[in-house]
């Protein structure tokens, strides 16, 4: 069962316009929501996160939006740039089991 | 300050066997935590440890174990090693229990089940 989705393997974006990246979930308990970005062969690095009582969450040229009534939430890059190109995802926490929930991915390409 | 260090970095093993694998923390985090990554499954947690006790666990088997030391290094074991144990195991770091915002991880150990 799968309780975080990320619906897009992969995404394809030109440089300079903007990416947005979408995330699904179905557990209502979660609360708080988070992004990662992955490059090959290295570990996944913080994004930035949202918490429940929020809907919008900005830190430069990254913005997650969270939509609590349809339980999605996105990630919007804007410009991007080819350095973003990697695998991004989304996890989620809540409730009284205090574990990371993750999506599968979406691998984001950035061309120049 | 030196990140997530996690050894070995590859492995190889068979059907059967069983795998240690290790993950050393940034200095002074003392919470310690294990994801499983496969391309069919994503990132999966398997548990977290936290002053060498274990505060959470995944969905994971019984074959899937784990230990903190006192110096907060930590080992994860797999006995019993299947074909569908072969996946990038990473270990993340942070300075208390499930603060994921503040959670750092090391490049994995890439495990191969033959």
């Known amino acids: 069962d799968q309780q975080v989705k990320q619906n897009s393997p992969s995404l394809s974006v030109q440089e300079g316009r903007i990416s947005i990246l979408n995330c699904d979930y179905t557990n209502s308990m979660f609360d708080y929501f988070l992004w990662y970005k992955k490059y090959p062969a290295e570990g996944p690095t913080f994004l930035i996160s949202?918490?429940?009582?929020?809907d919008k969450n900005e830190d430069g040229r990254f913005t997650v939006f969270l939509n609590k009534s349809a339980k999605h939430l996105s990630l919007h890059i804007v410009p991007s740039q080819p350095g973003d190109s990697a695998v991004y995802f989304c996890?989620?926490?809540?409730?009284?089991?205090?574990?990371?929930?993750f999506g599968k991915g979406t691998l984001l390409t950035v061309n120049p | 300050k030196a990140g997530v260090t996690q050894t070995p970095r590859y492995l190889i093993k068979t059907r059967g066997q069983q795998v240690t694998l290790s993950c050393s923390p940034i200095?002074?985090?003392?919470?310690v935590s294990w994801y499983q990554q496969t391309p069919g499954q994503g990132l999966q947690f398997l548990f977290e440890?936290?002053?060498?006790?274990?505060?959470n666990k995944g969905n994971f088997p019984g074959r899937f174990s784990g230990r903190q030391f006192s110096n907060s290094r930590s080992e994860m074991n797999v006995s019993t090693l299947e074909l569908g144990d072969s996946a990038l195991y990473l270990c993340a770091s942070s300075l208390v229990v499930s603060s994921y915002n503040e959670q750092f991880f090391g490049p994995g150990t890439r495990l191969t089940v033959l």
């Open positions: 949202i918490s429940s009582i929020k």
């Open positions: 996890a989620a926490e809540g409730g009284s089991n205090y574990k990371l929930t």
């Open positions: 440890y936290f002053s060498e006790t274990q505060r």
């Open positions: 200095s002074g985090h003392r919470s």
